[in-house]
């Protein structure tokens, strides 16, 4: 697993692709991870991941400076701890929360190691009994282990495999695997002398220095724990998108690459080790741009690296198979740039350009079946993966498999698409043309931007025309034959995330389908298909259930069309349900039932997986949000209060807080931005030479401050034409009254 391509201060993490209890330090190579075994059950494990396997991912930092878990096994819990310091020493803390069995038989392993492909220094741990310290020369310095007190026993084994088949077979009185040196050594403690407890690693040049580092760390008590990011209004939802991408953003040892995984419990598992599902990994690459820009670049490069040779990416690459005959909606355009306005990582563009470039062109080439402007999913003749060529392959691209508004489709094998103009594929398609084209004039490609704005003016008329259902007053997929399909979905909203749709329609959408109780509404927004559907009751996958990229592009479409009240519900909806699931068991579900919110109702939906925390997602996003349309916004509503923070904005790292009457943005660059104005604030830019924000129309009374580090001072300020007083006593703005929003622009001295 050695690889130097992350950055130092991610060096050391949870990589491995399943093991959520094991630390990984990829320069070198090295494991160290946990293990334990019951007496009472005859049972070793290595703690998997998963819910049923008695692991609870808690709070976590993405560079796994403070890292929590709990594990149970046997009926005895434990809470967990992984810590690291600034000085690289790394605790792995414990303390039992109940005993299954007497403590004397529970024993909890410390196990070390080295992978075998890394080409310097030893792979041979060695044991001290003198010291009671285990340690392995990397080439480049010693890595010592050491608790406060030593380990009951040291063992030496071949395998994991040698090592659970030594406790199930001679339990835990064996002694024939003690020693001083093996490539497996494990530190093995039992839970009547050490039911809380810690041990530290450190890595120096010499093997006193790391020692002597140690003894000095094990005197610091753990430090407090984390506190959370997010509190107030939506309390817990930054926390909980950090966690569950934190959790799963692990090393593709086939690839030698870092990515976020859709879910630790079956991915490596199930598709050869590694599964790379197009439009997952496109989530999670935004969602993990709120705390790490990497985490945005690692995530594009392990999607744009499977580019197929016609041009498109493909639906799912994996260990074992290649879907190229099929993509997935292109919704990368539109994350690309969101997460371009973001950082201001000019190189996030240009890596994307000409891969987008080619995908955009490859659906216009590849699935307009009968030529009239309007596209269709479909499955070309290219590739040997699973299903290609059937109708299943077709609804595959769509993401939707099992949808019931495929159900009246055919593939037509002459031309490999289906005989449906889909609503959601055209919205996505207009969609990644419109921001592509900013991304070709950010770029200095200004032909390509034309084109681009040519074809996708000309998809956004056909979608306003064609797929608009006036009978029923609705956007619905429409058959070859004319036939609008009887089904409706969340995608119906989609028009409106690409500004397809006119204001008449929008309202019609949201008056007549998305606030109807039997269409979308509810307790539990959105179902995946209308409550008054027959296919709602199935309740698999498609068929009912409510899914977390619907909701947050229906809220995206809404916000787009200033439908504000209308997208609070849905992002109100959506924290309920994913919170309601968190809080109780630490679940970041596939789904939802769409009438009861649960994630764990059935046994086909993941309980860890990576893009249920786009619930959690449109939450922190009607408080601060980066989009195409409003650029940088923050939200303050008379009688909330919330802060959250530290996350990425385009001043850098920032945090948000509304206390009283009054929002407050404190940036990293040394700006902090005070303002009692209510309701939503957009294209904020925050510099130490200027503040401009866009403020809402409100009444006299509202007054804007601003502060910056180092003594620079505001100077000027004006309110669209209007030139302000400023006083520079307390850096304040009075704001007069206004009747629509205005442009607020604040330079500094």
């Known amino acids: 697993m050695s690889e130097r391509s992350v950055p130092d201060h991610r060096a050391w993490n949870t990589w491995d692709a399943v093991y959520p209890a094991e630390l990984v330090h990829l320069p070198s190579g090295v494991h160290v991870g946990l293990a334990a075994y019951s007496d009472a059950a005859g049972t070793f494990t290595r703690l998997p991941p998963g819910h049923r396997?008695?692991?609870?991912?808690?709070?976590?930092?993405?560079?796994?400076?403070?890292?929590?878990?709990?594990i149970e096994h046997a009926g005895t819990k434990l809470a967990v701890r992984l810590s690291k310091d600034d000085d690289d020493v790394l605790k792995i803390g414990w303390k039992t929360l109940a005993f299954g069995e007497w403590g004397l038989r529970f024993w909890l392993l410390v196990c070390l190691w080295r992978d075998e492909h890394a080409h310097d220094g030893e792979h041979i741990w060695s044991y001290d009994p003198d010291s009671t310290e285990m340690a392995l020369w990397t080439g480049h310095g010693d890595i010592v282990v050491r608790g406060p007190r030593f380990p009951l026993m040291a063992t030496f084994h071949g395998s994991f495999d040698d090592l659970k088949q030594e406790y199930e077979e001679n339990g835990y009185f064996y002694l024939a695997s003690r020693g001083t040196s093996g490539p497996l050594g494990v530190l093995r403690y039992n839970l009547e002398e050490m039911a809380e407890f810690e041990v530290a690693l450190t890595h120096a040049p010499t093997r006193k220095e790391a020692s002597a580092k140690l003894i000095d760390a094990l005197k610091v008590p753990q430090p407090e724990p984390m506190p959370a990011h997010h509190t107030g209004q939506f309390a817990g939802a930054l926390d909980a998108v950090r966690d569950c991408v934190a959790w799963n953003t692990v090393f593709d040892i086939h690839n030698k690459r870092p990515y976020t995984s859709l879910s630790r419990n079956w991915v490596a598992q199930k598709f050869g080790g590694w599964g790379v599902w197009l439009n997952d990994v496109v989530y999670h690459g935004m969602m993990g741009g709120l705390f790490d820009a990497n985490l945005g670049h690692e995530n594009q490069k392990a999607v744009f690296d499977g580019v197929a040779e016609a041009g498109n990416l493909p639906c799912l690459l994996t260990g074992n198979d290649s879907w190229v005959d099929r993509s997935q909606p292109p919704v990368v355009g539109f994350t690309t740039w969101c997460h371009y306005l973001r950082t201001g990582d000019r190189r996030f563009l240009e890596d994307a350009w000409p891969v987008l470039k080619s995908n955009h062109d490859w659906w216009w080439r590849e699935r307009d079946g009968n030529k009239n402007g309007l596209l269709e999913f479909g499955t070309s003749p290219v590739g040997t993966g699973l299903y290609r060529g059937t109708k299943l392959a077709a609804k595959d691209e769509s993401m939707m498999d099992n949808s019931p508004i495929h159900d009246e489709a055919t593939l037509m094998e002459d031309v490999h698409t289906l005989d449906c103009e889909d609503v959601a594929l055209n919205s996505f398609v207009a969609l990644d043309g419109e921001t592509l084209a900013h991304i070709a004039r950010a770029l200095g490609h200004l032909d390509d931007a034309d084109r681009l704005d040519r074809l996708t003016t000309g998809l956004k008329e056909r979608i306003r025309d064609q797929l608009w259902d006036d009978d029923r007053q609705v956007f619905a997929n429409r058959l070859w034959s004319g036939k609008f399909t009887d089904s409706i979905a969340p995608t119906s909203f989609f028009p409106l995330v690409c500004g397809a749709a006119t204001a008449e329609q929008a309202r019609k959408m949201v008056d007549d389908w998305l606030m109807n109780r039997d269409a979308f509404h509810g307790?539990?927004?959105?179902?995946?298909?209308?409550?008054?559907?027959?296919?709602?009751?199935?309740?698999?996958?498609?068929?009912?259930?409510?899914?977390?990229?619907?909701?947050?592009?229906?809220?995206?479409?809404?916000?787009?069309?200033?439908?504000?009240?209308?997208?609070?519900?849905?992002?109100?909806?959506?924290?309920?349900?994913?919170?309601?699931?968190?809080?109780?068991?630490?679940?970041?579900?596939?789904?939802?039932?769409?009438?009861?919110?649960?994630?764990?109702?059935?046994?086909?939906?993941?309980?860890?997986?990576?893009?249920?925390?786009?619930?959690?997602?449109?939450?922190?996003?009607?408080?601060?949000?980066?989009?195409?349309?409003?650029?940088?916004?923050v939200t303050r509503r008379d009688g909330e209060s919330y802060r959250m923070g530290p996350m990425l904005t385009p001043a850098g790292e920032a945090t948000v807080e509304v206390t009283g009457d009054a929002l407050t943005v404190k940036a990293e660059n040394g700006v902090t931005f005070t303002t009692n104005v209510a309701g939503r604030l957009h294209h904020l830019h925050l510099t130490a030479t200027e503040c401009s924000v866009f403020v809402p129309a409100g009444d006299n009374g509202r007054w804007v401050e601003l502060a910056v580090d180092g003594g620079a001072r505001p100077a000027r300020a004006k309110l669209g034409d209007t030139t302000l007083d400023f006083d520079l006593a307390n850096g304040r703005a009075v704001l007069p009254a206004t009747e629509c929003p205005m442009r607020l622009n604040i330079a500094i001295d």
């Open 523 to 633: 307790d539990h927004m959105l179902p995946a298909v209308t409550r008054d559907d027959p296919a709602f009751h199935d309740n698999v996958y498609w068929r009912g259930r409510t899914w977390p990229p619907l909701n947050f592009l229906t809220y995206y479409g809404l916000r787009r069309y200033g439908l504000d009240d209308a997208a609070r519900e849905v992002a109100d909806s959506s924290y309920r349900i994913f919170m309601a699931n968190w809080e109780r068991a630490r679940i970041c579900g596939e789904n939802f039932n769409g009438t009861s919110g649960q994630a764990d109702d059935q046994p086909d939906t993941d309980l860890f997986y990576t893009w249920g925390a786009l619930m959690a997602y449109v939450a922190t996003a009607e408080l601060s949000d980066v989009n195409p349309w409003q650029g940088w916004t």
């Open 53 to 70: 396997n008695g692991v609870t991912l808690g709070p976590r930092t993405v560079d796994a400076t403070d890292i929590t878990l709990d």
